[in-house]
């Protein structure tokens, strides 16, 4: 009985949120069409794992090639989902090559079934995938072929995992980072979700090297040993699945809004590139601290730029290099300032939504968030402590 949940568990999980996707795939971005077919494979690679831990040989072995496939296949494919993220560039034929070890894999092991008759093909499952006894005296050059190709198998899915985290870590880092230099205000405007989620995913994916090595023929042997993987492939599932499906802004919503400004941008680099930074600084000192330009609700970096009368990149570097700041982060500590400023005026009366309102923050949340990034401690506790001084 608790084999028989179990081992559907992280199938249903993946038939579940598919079901969701496929619904809605007229009308999503580009990176949850592909998102599609990342949980298209990890709905077959489950249903795989239902029929080994339900002992139907005969199936299994018909399916066993597909299911080297998909398990060689569903890291390659998640980080070719954050690329999707976080980047408006069309996909090659050349872009998919990350899916080339496991497509070459399962072709082989395809060719190397196709080469022994059904008894073979049975007999070597079984006692490979099932009974691992040494009851194959004699094998035959397609059975050698085949096992030489499950080891492989086995070390090719371990190497995958560590460039997979790290090159997806920092597709998303980067990407990050070109939004905070961009936005006042980066709420549900970053991949911070999926980013904190890919750091789960890379002990997800040792928790997996792990169970690769160990075999699943190591949780065959006892029904409750089963449990411990389902759950957490499940869980990690519903968990990628829910954040994939509630991300709304990707780098195709970046691009629009950024899109508008690009071509003034290239156009002046040339002449203020060379301007002073001294001169620079004392403007943008002006801008913040006498007009206020940070009280501004969805403050764009090109804001900035159209009234220094220069160019986006020119500005942001300066902000970066010579502030050490990301642009988002240096609009805030003003409006933190003046927030600040606001709470201390014995002559006013304000409410904090007022107070964040009125200092440039989109919401409350957003005001609360950046008041603790930038002070360490939250709007009460900072006017209890003026208090006490």
């Known amino acids: 009985m608790i084999q028989n949940i179990f081992s559907w568990l992280p199938f249903f999980v993946c038939l579940f949120w598919l079901i969701l996707f ?18 298209l494979v990890c709905t077959l690679l489950y249903f795989s794992h239902a029929l080994y831990f339900h002992r139907y040989i005969y199936y299994y072995s018909l399916i066993e090639s597909f299911y080297t496939f998909c ?8 980080y070719l989902y954050i690329c999707k993220l976080t980047s408006i560039k069309q996909f090659s034929l050349k872009s998919y ?18 080469m022994m008759n059904e008894a073979e093909r049975i007999s070597f499952v079984n006692h490979h995938f099932f009974q691992k006894t ?31 985290a790290f090159y997806g870590y920092q597709k998303l880092s980067q990407f990050n980072r070109s939004v905070s230099n961009y936005y006042a205000d980066t709420e549900n405007r970053t991949m911070a979700p999926v980013q904190k989620l890919l750091l789960v995913f890379i002990l997800f994916a040792i928790f997996s090297g ?26 990690m599932l519903f968990l990628v699945s829910y954040i994939a499906y509630t991300q709304q802004f990707t780098a195709t919503d970046f691009c629009k809004d950024a899109a508008d400004n690009i071509c003034r941008d290239e156009t002046e680099a040339e002449t203020t ?3 002073d930074s001294i001169i620079l600084s004392r403007r943008l000192k002006q801008l913040m601290e006498e007009e206020q330009l940070f009280r501004q609700k969805d403050l764009h970096i090109t804001d900035i730029a159209i009234h220094l009368g220069s160019n986006r990149t020119y500005v942001s570097n300066y902000i970066n290099q010579e502030l050490g700041l990301s642009f988002s982060d240096y609009i805030n500590q003003y409006r933190i300032g003046y927030a600040q400023n606001m709470m201390t005026d014995s002559a006013s009366a304000f409410s904090m939504l007022e107070i964040s309102e009125q200092s440039g923050f989109a919401n409350e949340v957003s005001f609360y968030r ?6 360490g401690t939250t709007p009460n506790r900072w ?4 208090a006490l001084k």
Do not use: C, M
Request: aromatic share 16%.
């Open 97 to 114: 090559w990350v899916l080339l070890p496991a497509l070459i894999i399962g072709v082989l092991s395809v060719i190397f079934y196709g």
């Open 370 to 375: 950046n008041f603790k990034k930038i002070t």
């Open 134 to 164: 040494d009851g194959l005296f004699f094998l035959s050059f397609a059975e050698q072929a085949q096992e030489i190709r499950i080891s492989v198998t086995k070390i090719l899915f371990i190497l995958q995992l560590l460039p997979v």
């Open 210 to 235: 792990t169970a690769n090595l160990l075999g699943r023929e190591f949780f065959i042997r006892e029904s409750w040993l089963l449990v411990i993987p389902s759950l957490i492939f499940g869980s």
């Open 22 to 39: 496929i619904i809605q795939y007229k009308h999503v971005d580009p990176a949850k069409k592909f998102f599609t077919y990342f949980l």
């Open 273 to 275: 590139s060379n301007q």
């Open 383 to 386: 006017l209890r402590q003026q």
């Open 71 to 78: 398990s060689l296949a569903v890291y390659p494919l998640y």
